[in-house]
């Protein structure tokens, strides 16, 4: 027994994992996994225009509005149409990745460095929008998408 122990922490244990421990962690994984992936895909329809098409406006968007804010100073994106269109790849593929549960800690990396740009580029967001991305992408690349994922039933995550 631990040298600090309290006498009912114990049964206090047990009745936490009893409690608690009816919420399956795969049906929280499914949820994190939803949430994350959702505003992402949501940004990525605006940046297509049609199959393979990106978007005049995500391609503008990078060109000219976008800038990353770097130790206070502002500098506009590098290779704007090749950023769009990652940024528009990465918002359509990561977010199905992530919902299928199919290589899902890697979506949950890739949405990670995504949010770390778009924390650079809109430094006012962290709190209501980048910092709650961040902690799911963390979560999910953590523990991996659960039993409710295709990496789990092919053995890719287990």
């Given amino acids: 027994m631990p040298a600090l122990a ?9 009745l936490t994992c009893r409690v608690f421990g ?15 992936a959702l505003p992402f895909w949501k940004s990525g329809l605006t940046k297509w225009d049609g199959w393979f098409t990106i978007s005049f406006g995500a391609k503008a968007l990078f060109a000219d509005e976008y800038k990353l804010h770097i130790f206070g100073a ?13 940024s528009a790849l990465g ?6 990745l992530l919902v299928l ?3 899902t800690r890697y979506a949950a990396a ?32 953590t523990f991996g998408g ?3 994922a295709l990496d789990w039933w092919l053995g890719l995550d287990r």
Avoid at 22 to 36: A, E, F, I, K, Y
Avoid at 74 to 86: G, H, I, R
Avoid at 91 to 96: G, S
């Fill in 74 to 86: 502002e500098y506009p994106f590098p290779y704007p149409d090749v950023m769009a269109l990652a």
């Fill in 110 to 141: 890739g949405l990670l460095a995504m949010t770390a740009v778009i924390q650079l580029t809109y430094p006012d967001g962290w709190m209501n929008f980048h910092l709650p991305w961040a902690a799911m992408a963390l979560a999910v690349l």
């Fill in 91 to 96: 918002e359509a593929a990561l977010p199905v």
């Fill in 22 to 36: 009816l919420w399956p962690q795969s049906l929280t994984l499914l949820v994190l996994r939803l949430t994350l």
């Fill in 101 to 103: 549960g199919l290589f």
């Fill in 146 to 148: 659960g039993r409710i």
């Fill in 6 to 14: 309290i006498p009912f922490a114990r049964p206090f244990s047990r």
